[in-house]
């Protein structure tokens, strides 16, 4: 890099040099308003957008409001919204779906996005082409994905089941990936992992090349074998990235709304219905905003509470 | 580039021919396999409805462009001896759709809904990457009380479900005549994509040396003009990529879309899924619009997806 300063700066300002420090407070602000002037608009944004419409649905949490009959006079309930949920049995089979798509995801995401890192990270020849081609899935709208995907698992026209049959030599019209109960959540598991093993691919090769190429050149003296330089290099200096991207994508499939919605719509029954699906019932479907409120909250201080404690535990593993 | 790319041919750390070769050969069979459904999207925009929907699936056809056709107009059925009686058909895509006694209606919704995915998230990629750089700026320089705690809180903004937030956004912006507005939907997604942008850019800034402003401060610029001067031209890669970022997001976001805009500001992403054929989703249209943008983010993506990605926490 080279240093862009102002060519005449150098030389015409020398005489001026000892009496910057005062020409600076004339004619600008001082550093301590120009960095509230430059976070304010953004704090003030998510005040605005996050943070107030927050406090304002904790407030309608405690009430009984119902949009679609919102001329009823809001009615506070205290704590009522909280205990039907907490004691809601199909809201509880609705988290641990959800908690299987998303432990299910991320461990399948991260097996192949490292592996597909590792092997890249070997710097094959055109190794650059095929990893754009790879990064191809993650580019798309999920909800749009989640749609196509309707179309490509269909058991006669699709030629999803078609492909499953040429290798198993199952009648592709004898099973539905989006239609059976058994088949449906790894389903949704399936298109995830393929749209989402690239992010983590890229996360990981990002740890792999900050590791100095001078530890493996001294392993290499030492003739370490390339099994004890992936468990005691590779791995260790790579985990602050690994854990990164598990953070990333449990957040994101935890929120999971657009692609699941747009395949499967929870079904059938409510076998893929998230947690986020339900929620969007609640809201918007039946307009019961109080208990979507509630619920709402309820998932957010589990996430914020979950991720907190886990951002410890990376700060933890980066500071070794 | 990257620290592996500066080795020279003959380092000891260089993979020998065969580990590349079986290396290069696992990522191409992944990647084909991969790509197969979106090659199969591709393929089906070209597709005539009936070949779209045929049993079993074809791969090879007769390439047709009504799936564009059908995309941009509306079309009414008619009788044969209704169509018999009108003048010739001129254009190409008249005659395409009259071999399906139909005849263009008028033109359908989706260049409205384009130019209202481009102007949110253009208007929200401009906004974000502005906020962001000033605030990534100032939490890079200067000392701001509790700093931590305020990019974490500006992070923790992302953990909510767009499902929850969409309530008191949909009741708040009901109140402001927001719902369904470019405004509205600009505001929003601005305020989703800040807090990527405040934490990306942030990374991209606190690697540019600070001895260049000091040095620019000295000579008697302001702390303005060393930014403009300075710190942005150093910093534009970084701001380049946290903008492609932020466009994905708008371009591809559904939740929000969907819960709060039902006309005038719909996006791209919800009324996609509902572009009807005769007897269910008309797929070759459905592809034709998927297949759109996909090629242009990519290539614009390429060499900055992997410091984008992780907050800018590779070093060069």
Known sequence: MTAIIHPDASVDRIGEQTSSRVARRGRGLSDHGIAWLFVTPTIALLLAINIFPLIWMIRLSFTSLNLSMSYLPLRFVGLDNYADILSDEDLWVRLQTTAQFVISTVVLEMLIGFGLALLINRQFRSHSFWTTIILLPMMLSPAVVGNFWTLLFQPQIGPFNYVISLFTGIPPSSFSMTGEVALAPWTIVLVDTWMWAPYVMLICLAGLRSIPDYIYEAAEVDRASSWRQFWSITLPMALPFLMLAVLFRAIENFKMFDMVNLLTSGGPGSTTELVSITLKRAAFEKWRTGYSSALAIILFVTVFGAANIYVKALNRVKQR | ?316
């Open chain 2, 1 to 316: 580039m990257t620290a592996a790319a500066n080795t020279t041919a003959h380092s000891i750390v260089e993979a020998s021919p065969r580990v590349k070769t079986v290396a290069g050969a696992l990522v191409i069979i992944y990647a084909v396999v991969a790509i197969l459904p979106l090659l199969w999207i591709a393929v089906t925009a070209f597709k005539s409805q009936s070949d779209a929907i045929a049993y079993p699936p074809k791969v090879i056809f007769q390439p047709t462009l009504e799936g564009y056709v059908n995309l941009f107009t509306v079309r009414t059925r008619q009788t044969p001896d209704f169509i018999a009686g009108l003048p010739p058909a001129t254009t190409w895509y008249d005659k395409l759709v009259r071999k399906h006694d139909m005849v263009i209606a008028g033109p359908s919704k989706v260049v409205p809904r384009f130019i209202n995915s481009l102007v949110i998230g253009f208007g929200s990629t401009f906004l974000a990457v502005l906020l962001g750089t000033l605030a990534a700026y100032a939490f890079s320089r200067f000392r701001i009380p509790l700093a931590d705690d305020l990019l974490f809180f500006i992070l923790s903004t992302r953990m909510m479900p767009p499902v929850a937030v969409a309530i008191p956004i949909y009741l708040m912006y009901r109140q402001l005549n927001l719902t369904d507005t470019w405004t509205g939907m600009i505001l929003l997604y601005t305020a989703v994509n800040v807090s990527l942008a405040v934490w990306l850019l942030k990374g991209f800034i606190d690697e540019i040396p600070r001895e260049y402003e000091e040095a620019a401060l000295v000579d008697g610029y302001t702390r303005l003009q060393a930014l403009r001067k300075v710190v942005l031209p150093q910093a534009v890669t970084g701001i380049a990529a946290t903008a492609i970022f932020c466009l994905i997001f708008s371009w591809n976001e559904y939740a929000f879309a969907v819960l709060l805009t039902s006309g005038d500001a719909q996006t791209m992403p919800p009324f996609i899924p509902f572009i009807i054929g005769e007897g269910g989703q008309d797929w070759p249209a459905v592809a034709a619009a998927t297949t759109l943008p996909i090629v242009l983010f990519t290539i614009l993506l390429r060499k900055h997806l992997l410091r984008g990605i992780t907050f800018g926490a590779v070093r060069k």
